[in-house]
């Protein structure tokens, strides 16, 4: 069975990296975007599976791109996952308003992470 697809939205290059090797490892493809508007165009080029959007971008930030996201015909179907080291209660409400179905903190727990994104994708079990 193919793995899912994922498109990292993160600008934080160590971030980018633990996160894709984390991913790597378990088998997933992973698409990478250092900023929204890159992220955006991947979304259209690659159709993946789950989006993990980091909310503090440069440029346009993560909740923006992740509005865009949900108004296009094309995308809206992705789901978009929030990654931010904002973890308080009114930053998840403010999320999930945005049109994000979940939210990871960061910094995560690398023993869990994988698990914790595999959830959020239709169709797979991990």
Known sequence: ????TILLIEDNEFNMILFRDLLHMEGFTVVEAYDAEVGIQR????SPDVILMDIQLPGMDGL????IIQKDPVLKQIPVVALTAYAMETDKKEAIAAGCIGFIAKPVDTRSFVKSVSKFIPDHTN
């Open 1 to 4: 069975m193919k793995k899912p």
């Open 43 to 46: 979304a259209r080029e690659t």
């Open 64 to 67: 923006t791109a992740t509005r």
